[in-house]
């Protein structure tokens, strides 16, 4: 993933997300409160729009499956 931005409204939750996870490599998202864990996780399972948000960009090499 390089560069994720997650919108919600003018606000931007998630602002040049970065990182590489490699077969049979695991990745914890790790933060405070409001610090856009939910908000990535759910822009790469593409379900931030049920959430009232959008993916304002990035780019994905998605090689894998859910």
């Known amino acids: ?3 994720l931005r997650v919108a919600f ?3 931007e939750a998630v602002h040049g ?3 590489d996870i490699h077969r049979g490599e695991t990745l914890a998202l790790v933060g ?3 610090s ?3 908000a ?3 822009s790469i399972l593409r379900l ?3 959430e009232g948000g959008r993916i304002a960009g990035a780019a994905s090499g998605w090689a894998g499956t859910v």
């Open 1 to 3: 993933m390089r560069d």
């Open 9 to 11: 409204g003018d606000v």
């Open 17 to 19: 997300l970065s990182f």
């Open 32 to 34: 405070e409160s409001g």
């Open 36 to 38: 856009g864990k939910s």
């Open 40 to 42: 990535t996780a759910l």
């Open 48 to 50: 931030i729009e049920r």
